[in-house]
């Protein structure tokens, strides 16, 4: 393998690396959403490809967020939702507000919507 191939691939194994390193945190919509709004499309929207997804947290919710968020700053955050990865973006601020916008990808909220819908126990 010529040193620009061998370069190249040992780029993107670090960078294969750097997302097994993200902090983590699952939410379920269940337990941690007291309310939730998917937005499906939008005149303005400058990403057709992508849904916006609102929720309120519970408190608890908050808490774990907010102490994630503070302890990883700088790195990468991987949130899932009902066990679905939704999104893998660096964390600049802690996060402690209740509530949250999360830009959904359609191809994601395909897999995401019917566990939404899921009625809640009672």
Not at 42 to 63: C, F, G, I, W, Y
Not at 89 to 116: C, F, N, Q, W, Y
């Amino acid at each position: 393998m010529k040193s620009a191939g061998k370069l190249i691939f040992a780029v993107l194994a670090m960078l294969g690396a750097l997302q097994c390193l993200a902090a983590e945190i699952a939410l379920s919509s269940e337990t941690d959403f007291t309310e939730m709004t998917l937005e499906l499309r939008r005149a303005d929207n400058l990403n057709p490809d992508s849904m916006e997804l609102s929720v309120t947290l519970s408190p608890d919710a908050q808490r774990r967020l907010a102490l994630v968020t503070r302890q990883e700053m700088h790195n990468y955050l991987q949130l899932s939702i009902n066990g679905i990865a939704v999104s893998n973006a660096m964390i600049h601020s802690v996060i402690e507000g209740p509530s949250l916008v999360i830009i959904v990808p359609r191809k994601i909220a395909r897999d995401l919507l019917p566990t939404l819908l899921e009625p809640s126990t009672p």
